[in-house]
């Protein structure tokens, strides 16, 4: 099993639609969850971070962590082109200092 | 611009050759990490410092490689004897020691060896 899964899409949906990400993890004693944005051929970007469990919104976006079920997502309203992006899931896996990635989740907003 | 720094953008490399690049972190972040990703994974965690001190090392890691950060303040990471698998995008990030994870990343260096 892998430390941090994602689905790794595509996943497409129309403009002003919601696209919800998901991404399940392994490690029970992780403590922090990051949402990083990528587009093709550059680097992450941090978008979201979330602690603790329920919601947390920023925007457009919102993150949702639940320790229980091990799983954490990210909602983006109103989903626009410039949205076409792979968004990373990272876990400080363990309650460590270094962040252990899911390979991705490609999103495609269309017009 | 006071986002973490990389440099090169690219290199490419023939087989066998020694490359360093280097970080410059943000420039309050005590904390640097370098990660590694190649195409259609998510990036894949190296080492990390704190100030100057290198606190962890992943296990997977060759020991063709080496990084440092002498004053605590930009690091260089150094491949050794490169292979063809090597090739990938090197990642630097820095964060804050009171907000560890909350890592910003750099351009990254896009090693390709031939």
């Known amino acids: 099993q892998k430390e941090v899964e994602q689905n790794s899409g595509p996943l497409s949906v129309p403009e002003g639609a919601i696209a919800s990400l998901n991404c399940t993890y392994s490690d029970r004693g992780s403590q922090s969850f990051f949402w990083y944005r990528q587009y093709s051929g550059k680097s992450p970007e941090l978008i979201m971070f979330?602690?603790?469990?329920g919601d947390k919104e920023d925007g457009r976006f919102t993150a949702q962590l639940n320790k229980a079920s091990q799983y954490v997502s990210l909602l983006i309203r109103d989903s626009q082109p410039s949205d076409s992006a792979t968004y990373l899931c990272?876990?400080?896996?363990?309650?460590?200092?270094?962040?252990?990635f899911g390979t991705g989740t490609q999103l495609k907003v269309e017009l | 611009d006071t986002g973490v720094s990389q440099d090169p953008r690219h290199k490419i490399t023939k087989r066998g050759q020694n490359v360093t690049f280097r970080c410059d972190p943000i420039s309050e972040h005590n904390r640097l990490y370098w990660y590694r990703q190649t195409l259609g994974q998510g990036p894949e965690f190296l080492t990390y410092f704190q100030n100057e001190a290198q606190l962890e090392k992943s296990r997977l890691l060759s020991d063709r490689f080496s990084a440092e950060r002498p004053k605590g303040s930009f690091s260089t990471l150094e491949i050794q004897r490169t292979e063809q698998g090597d090739s990938a995008m090197y990642l630097c990030?820095?964060?804050?020691?009171?907000?560890?994870?909350?890592?910003?990343f750099g351009q990254g260096t896009r090693l390709t060896v031939v």
């Open positions: 979330i602690y603790s469990n």
């Open positions: 990030a820095s964060s804050l020691a009171q907000s560890a994870t909350e890592a910003f």
């Open positions: 990272a876990v400080n896996a363990g309650g460590g200092n270094k962040l252990t």
